[in-house]
């Protein structure tokens, strides 16, 4: 990657390997980079990454939703700018059970902003807050202990097949009161949006990519079960949601929509999380051997995990109006990507930001977000994480990777590891 031919466009294929490197070169010599695939301005060090986030005004969440759809902004305006965005839109809108004038006004927790997402939010929080979260912990830690039979019980395992998927999908799933059978349906959900819409499937459209039947399947699902709770409320997440209490409950089509969110802020976030802590530790013994001797660093594990693997490795905004961003001149509805990846690792932030550090100060990262659009379901990813890697850090010791090849999920916006065999050592 010469200056001469350096070329950066997020959802290169080329990138989702080691995207560090590309980061390293944006922040050091191309801040402010436009990027032609797509059309955007990405920014790679952490204060214009902050600015971008904290100033809602300036710039909509919106495009969140138009980019993750492959859709040219201004093809909203005339379709013929990008006719298979305007294709996909038509697919999608065709497969959803729900009336066109209900999925015109639902409201986008991710891809709105205040005063809307005002609104939004306090009835979503209503399953996130501190009580609720805490109340989880022994469940958690009955999850933790039963994958961990497994660990210990032969002499091998995936962890991320064993421990990091089940964990979170499991407590995501009892959160909702989905029946144990419909778990696997929630991975395989997972997997086909992140392909699709962010991964090596994101260009041939939502039908051939699999998309449309999909959401079919999981809108008909989900918006089924938001009818009977409705009906016949539960002590269950989707009860809450759809209960209309002073501040209304959401529609069927708001709760299909939040529910897909969970699914895979919720889901992957923490198995990613947990997937890369346990390669940096048998990567970097000596920060294993800290963990180890002393538990209490687990919490500080977890920060530093994030801010070095960021599981959601950038964000997209449009420009409301003229603005700038470090001198570069940002037009109104061009897009900004802003790379949470590469903040959380700036130098000018982070002595020796490519150092993986357990005691270093990390609570700064941007890893889940900022402001207003900060992760709702942060802390409950913090806990499932910490209860997994208390367990994790007393058997990594004697145990070893069974491959030096790694597979990463298909994504360039995701980041994480679709496998992680490990063995006994010898």
């Not at 709105?112 to 958690?140: C, K, M, Y």
């Not at 992140?194 to 699902?221: D, P």
């Not at 938001?226 to 709760?255: F, K, Y």
Request: hydrophobic share 40%.
């Amino acid at each position: 990657m010469s200056s001469t031919n350096f070329r950066y466009r997020p959802f290169d294929e080329a990138v989702r390997h080691d995207p560090f490197p590309y980061y390293a070169r944006l922040r050091a010599e191309h801040p402010i980079y436009r990027s032609d695939d797509p059309e955007a301005w990405v920014i790679s060090r952490y204060d214009d990454v902050l600015h971008v986030l904290k100033n809602t005004d300036v710039f909509s969440s919106d495009a969140m939703t138009t980019v993750m759809m492959g859709i040219d902004p201004r093809a909203m305006m005339d379709p013929s700018i990008d006719p298979l965005a305007i294709e996909n839109m038509m697919a999608l809108a065709d497969a959803m059970p729900f009336p066109v004038e209900e999925m015109a006004r639902s409201r986008n927790l991710i891809a709105s902003d205040p005063p809307q997402h005002d609104a939004l939010r306090p009835i979503v929080n209503r399953g996130f807050t501190p009580r609720r979260i805490i109340a989880w912990e022994a469940r958690i830690r009955e999850l933790v202990a039963s994958c961990m039979e497994r660990v210990r019980s032969g002499d091998g395992c995936d962890i991320i097949a064993d421990v990091a998927v089940p964990v979170p999908v499991i407590v995501v799933s009892e959160m909702l009161g989905v029946e144990a059978e419909r778990r696997a349906d929630f991975k395989r959900w997972s997997d086909t949006l992140i392909e699709g819409i962010t991964g090596s499937r994101r260009r041939e459209g939502f039908v051939k990519s699999g998309i449309v039947e999909m959401m079919r399947e999981f809108a008909t699902y989900f918006g089924e079960v938001a009818d009977r709770r409705r009906a016949e409320p539960r002590d269950d997440l989707v009860s809450v949601l759809v209960d209309a209490g002073d501040e209304g409950g959401l529609s069927p089509m708001e709760l299909v929509t939040f529910v897909l969110i969970l699914l895979v802020a919720g889901n992957e976030t923490t198995t990613n999380l947990i997937g890369h802590a346990v390669k940096l530790l048998l990567e970097h013994p000596d920060q294993l051997d800290l963990v180890r001797r002393d538990p209490s660093l687990v919490p500080a594990l977890v920060e530093e995990v994030l801010r070095y693997e960021s599981p959601i490795q950038m964000l997209f905004r449009r420009a409301r109006r003229d603005t700038e961003i470090g001198g570069q001149k940002i037009a109104e509805n061009e897009i900004v990507c802003a790379l949470l990846g590469s903040a959380n690792r700036d130098e000018r932030i982070w002595e020796r930001g490519d150092d993986f550090d357990v005691r270093r100060e990390s609570h700064a990262h941007l890893a889940f977000g900022f402001g207003v659009h900060f992760c709702l379901g942060a802390s409950l990813a913090r806990l499932e994480a910490r209860c997994v890697l208390e367990a994790l850090v007393e058997e990594l010791p004697r145990m070893r990777r069974r491959s030096t090849e790694l597979e990463y999920v298909d994504s360039n916006l995701v980041r994480g590891l679709r496998h992680f065999a490990l063995e006994l050592a010898a």
